[in-house]
T-cell receptor, first 110, second 115 residues
Framework: LAKTTQPISMDSYEGQEVNITCSHN???????ITWYQQFPSQGPRFIIQ???TKVTNEVASLFIPADRKSSTLSLPRVSLSDTAVYYC???????????FGQGTTLQVKP | GAVVSQHPSRVICKSGTSVKIECRSLDFQATTMFWYRQFPKQSLMLMAT?????????EQGVEKDKFLINHASLTLSTLTVTSAHPEDSSFYIC???????????FGEGSWLTVV
């Protein structure tokens, strides 16, 4: 399974755009890239998923370069409630098996 | 969107007893479910893959006789922690993959405390 590497922590202020980059050098051809958000004592919540180029939904954007060896989650105008751990995952598209890395703890300050 | 539900959300059991945690996919059929364990301030650790109608596949280091997994239907997988000990106290989370397989959804998690 492809291993992912993310910054352990990031700080931001309310209203700012936050970009979290994840590297996945060994991503396989059929793997999708998925980002999850986790609050304490809750299960991870799906944020966004992509295969290549750019994907945007109502909460985030995901940028994936052509070589797919990295991806960047962009959160526009974060608020205090976006303080959480963010996980970048590269999964086997045929099995759905996901291996979690350390994740990035985002702290949004007022 | 797809919903995965776990029950109970919190359970306390005595050392030596067994406890069962349920994971249900509410609006889709889950051919595969996954069970994770998470200790405080740590990441999720995959324990096993639960396949509907067949035996679960356990990750290295996970005792299959201690963590019994049953996936008898396309909407339900259960994890039974047998002969629980205090060190089994943890946050257990399940996830489910629908037939399309690309997007994985997680349950709310179940806190197990063994006293």
């Amino acid at each position: 399974l492809a291993k992912t590497t993310q910054p352990i922590s990031m700080d931001s202020y309310e209203g700012q755009e936050v970009n979290i980059t994840c590297s996945h050098n060994n991503i396989a051809t059929n793997d999708y890239i998925t980002w999850y958000q986790q609050f304490p004592s809750q299960g991870p919540r799906f944020i966004i998923q992509g295969y290549k180029t750019k994907v945007t939904n109502e909460v985030a954007s995901l940028f994936i370069p052509a070589d797919r060896k990295s991806s960047t989650l962009s959160l526009p105008r974060v608020s205090l409630s976006d303080t959480a751990v963010y996980y970048c995952l590269v999964g086997e598209s045929n099995t759905g098996k996901l291996i979690f890395g350390q994740g990035t703890t985002l702290q949004v300050k007022p | 969107g797809a919903v995965v539900s776990q029950h109970p959300s919190r359970v306390i059991c005595k050392s030596g007893t067994s406890v069962k945690i349920e994971c249900r996919s509410l609006d889709f059929q889950a051919t595969t479910m996954f069970w994770y364990r998470q200790f405080p301030k740590q990441s999720l650790m995959l324990m096993a893959t639960s396949n509907e109608g067949s035996k679960a596949t356990y990750e290295q280091g996970v005792e299959k006789d201690k963590f019994l997994i049953n996936h008898a239907s396309l909407t339900l997988s259960t994890l039974t922690v047998t002969s629980a000990h205090p060190e089994d106290s943890s946050f257990y989370i399940c996830s489910a993959s629908g037939r399309a397989g690309n997007t994985i959804y997680f349950g709310e998690g179940s806190w197990l405390t063994v006293v």
